[in-house]
């Protein structure tokens, strides 16, 4: 299942951290603090355990949501540029 990941960390280094635990779930980059991918259900939750364990104690605002397949086709984007 399609999922979307976004954070709002002000701390550089929990939010350096966070986006690397996305990278190692093969989550895609979409934007700063967004990232995109397909995860199962299952991993999704793990995911979310990890990230609560790197964020810890810092403020911060992580929320991920799922996608169906009907919002993922529904997707729009615009992308320009290298």
């Known amino acids: 299942m399609h999922c979307l990941v976004v954070y709002d960390i002000s701390d550089d280094g929990r939010r350096t951290k966070v986006a ?7 989550l895609d980059r979409i934007q700063y603090s967004a990232f995109l991918g397909d995860l199962a259900p299952t991993h999704q939750e793990e995911l979310m355990l990890k990230l ?10 992580i929320q991920l949501f799922p996608l169906c397949a009907r ?6 984007v615009i992308e320009k540029g290298g």
């Open 20 to 26: 690397d635990v996305c990278l190692d779930y093969g």
């Open 71 to 76: 919002d993922w086709q529904g997707r729009r």
């Open 52 to 61: 609560e364990r790197v964020l810890g104690r810092k403020t911060g605002n």
